[in-house]
């Protein structure tokens, strides 16, 4: 068990809930023990926010080893999940079992990421499983999610471009529209200058009255063909 800051509350958080005088596989307490250690480390990088929990599967009747942010209430030496117990039944069970929904004994939401650790033989022997307590995200998500909506009555619809449409950009936007297609300005095609004109008529480009004229130039065509490109828009 631990406290909030993900520090052992007791020994007992970091005591092997092996038996004494039961021996092991050396190579699969080799691989819990690892396993130790990654639940440690994760546990202690989301202090009071993420429980981690890694289950000895060999001993189901007393399989958490290590619990770090004991968020649930269990203790070291308490049997596993109906899930761990699914591992240990059936070899072929999912290995990960990511993101599903959970809840902690006082009704807390919970978002759960199980993974499975085999032995050589392909045998389950232990399991990570993390616990996110989103009780206390979910309120900030809801905060930001109305901080970012927009009025439903002008959504999808682009009223106002924050940009200041100079000269420049201008040049620049079509300097790039022709350098994509490995040609100059004045050398595009008449599709591709019709292509240009209609984009940087979405884009907001003729909002000044000399835009027009620049484009003109910059394409070498009449300030007349200009316009007429985008009169096709509307089509």
Same mark, same amino acid.
């Given at each position: 068990?631990?406290?909030?800051? /993900?520090?052992?509350?007791?020994?007992?958080?970091?005591?092997?809930?092996?038996?004494?005088?039961?021996?092991?596989?050396?190579?699969?307490?080799?691989?819990?023990?690892?396993?130790?250690?990654?639940?440690?480390?994760?546990?202690?990088?989301?202090?009071?926010?993420?429980?981690?929990?890694?289950?000895?599967?060999?001993?189901?009747?007393?399989?958490?080893?290590?619990?770090?942010?004991?968020?649930?209430?269990?203790?070291?030496?308490?049997?596993?999940?109906?899930?761990?117990?699914?591992?240990?039944?059936?070899?072929?069970?999912?290995?990960?079992?990511?993101?599903?929904?959970?809840?902690?004994?006082?009704?807390?939401?919970?978002?759960?990421?199980?993974?499975?650790?085999?032995?050589?033989?392909?045998?389950?022997?232990?399991?990570?499983?993390?616990?996110?307590?989103?009780?206390? +995200?979910?309120? +900030?998500?809801?905060?930001?999610?109305? +901080?970012?909506?927009?009025?439903?009555?002008? *959504?999808?619809?682009?009223?106002?471009?924050?940009?200041?449409?100079?000269?420049?950009?201008? *040049?620049?936007?079509?300097?790039?529209?022709?350098?994509?297609?490995?040609?100059?300005?004045?050398?595009?095609?008449?599709?591709?200058?019709?292509?240009?004109?209609?984009?940087?008529?979405?884009? /907001?480009?003729?909002?000044?009255?000399?835009?027009?004229?620049?484009?003109?130039?910059?394409?070498?065509?009449?300030?007349?063909?200009?316009?007429?490109?985008?009169?096709?828009?509307?089509?």
């Amino acid at each position: 068990m631990t406290h909030p800051t /993900g520090r052992p509350a007791d020994k007992r958080a970091h005591r092997s809930a092996v038996p004494e005088g039961e021996h092991c596989a050396p190579d699969d307490e080799h691989l819990v023990r690892e396993a130790e250690r990654i639940a440690v480390a994760v546990g202690r990088m989301f202090p009071g926010l993420c429980e981690v929990v890694l289950h000895d599967l060999r001993r189901p009747d007393s399989a958490i080893r290590v619990i770090e942010n004991n968020l649930s209430g269990r203790q070291v030496g308490d049997p596993a999940t109906e899930l761990g117990l699914r591992r240990v039944a059936d070899p072929d069970y999912p290995g990960v079992v990511q993101n599903y929904s959970n809840r902690f004994p006082d009704g807390r939401p919970v978002k759960s990421t199980s993974i499975g650790i085999k032995n050589a033989e392909g045998r389950y022997v232990a399991a990570l499983c993390l616990n996110l307590d989103v009780s206390t +995200l979910s309120p +900030l998500a809801l905060t930001l999610a109305n +901080l970012v909506a927009t009025d439903v009555e002008h *959504r999808g619809e682009s009223l106002e471009t924050l940009r200041d449409r100079t000269g420049r950009e201008l *040049r620049s936007a079509i300097d790039s529209f022709a350098a994509e297609r490995s040609s100059t300005p004045r050398g595009l095609s008449r599709d591709q200058k019709r292509e240009l004109v209609r984009r940087l008529h979405r884009e /907001g480009f003729f909002e000044t009255r000399s835009s027009a004229q620049l484009i003109a130039d910059r394409l070498g065509v009449s300030r007349a063909t200009v316009y007429n490109y985008t009169k096709r828009t509307h089509r």
